[in-house]
């Protein structure tokens, strides 16, 4: 019996164990860059963590705060200005209550949010938006806010536009390739592969943002204005500049802090690897990672950047 009792101790341990080194990371919307990062990220923490396994998961940036914060995702993508809006609880609901179960662990990269018009649809301008097809994300995903936002300072609703709400970036294009939608707005590195596949069956026109960009950053300070360089897209001849903000890593402030140590130290080595998906990433520097966003860092990761000569909050 003692024997039978001990197995079973032992076994428990083993279960908890396992337990303990799995981890839930949100990943972003099918055909975004978010998730074949998120793969390179499985593989880069599960190579330095013994014993560590990844569970990568669909997500975007408002939702995966919100499942770090409902305690069903433990690590996640994640933009700058919607988390700092939810620690804070200064953002639109669901942001608008404090999340404090949620930490930033690095800055990554700039994103931008970018609106795409097919050339033959009369839309050249924000302004010309009015009436026509308008394909975003839903509900839970930073795009989708972002582009209230600019319908917002543009003088317009979704009631001004046929808006058409998908989880795929492959869905929208499909239907600008098929003109049930003329605009497409996405929040995303450059190029996105999902323009890329638009441009190549049809001529297309980024739009720009530059004189919406002051009554954006009264919405929200952390809003950049960020450049699009002339030839990043078929047929661009000229820079477009549009909203910008940055990606980055969070994780449940609960985390043991030897694990978050870990994965932090783990970027910079890996940073080649994450590059050859999105090659902005190659510039990626320990200031870089620790910027503030006014989102407290995890304890693991202000221990690593502390090893760096950096201090953080």
């Not at 055909?31 to 990062?37: C, D, E, K, N, T």
Request: overall charge neutral; some cysteine.
């Amino acid at each position: 019996m003692r024997n039978v009792l001990l197995g079973v101790a032992a076994a428990m341990v083993l279960t908890s164990t396992a337990e303990a080194a799995e981890i839930r990371l949100m990943t972003g919307p099918q055909a975004g860059i978010w998730v074949p990062l998120g793969g390179q990220l499985k593989d880069i923490w599960e190579k330095s963590i013994p014993d560590l396994k990844v569970q990568a998961t669909p997500g975007a940036g408002i939702a995966n705060v919100r499942g770090i914060e409902e305690g069903k995702a433990d690590v996640g993508f994640a933009n700058t200005i919607s988390t700092a809006d939810a620690v804070a609880g200064t953002g639109e609901p669901p942001l608008d209550k404090k999340h404090s179960k949620v930490c930033n662990v690095a800055t990554l990269y700039p994103q931008y949010f970018q609106m795409v018009a097919n050339a033959d649809s009369g839309v050249a301008t924000l302004k010309d938006m009015k009436g026509k097809g308008f394909a975003t994300q839903v509900k839970g995903n930073t795009g989708e806010l972002i582009s209230r936002h600019v319908l917002k300072v543009s003088g317009l609703t979704y009631n001004d536009v046929k808006a058409s709400f998908t989880n795929s970036y492959t869905d929208s294009v499909e239907q600008m390739k098929d003109n049930r939608v003329h605009i497409f707005a996405l929040g995303t590195a450059i190029p996105a592969s999902s323009i890329m596949d638009l441009a190549s069956a049809r001529d297309i026109r980024l739009l720009d943002m530059a004189a919406i960009y002051e009554d954006m950053k009264k919405l929200n300070p952390a809003y950049k204005l960020v450049t699009v360089p002339q030839g990043t897209y078929p047929k661009q001849d000229k820079d477009v500049q549009v909203i910008g903000y940055y990606t980055h890593i969070i994780a449940a402030c609960s985390l043991p802090e030897e694990m978050i140590y870990k994965m932090t130290a783990a970027f910079m080595p890996s940073k080649d690897a994450m590059a050859a998906v999105y090659k902005e990433i190659g510039q990626l520097t320990p200031q870089i990672m620790s910027q503030d966003i006014g989102v407290p860092f995890h304890a693991g990761a202000a221990r690593w950047y502390k090893e760096q000569g950096i201090s953080v909050n």
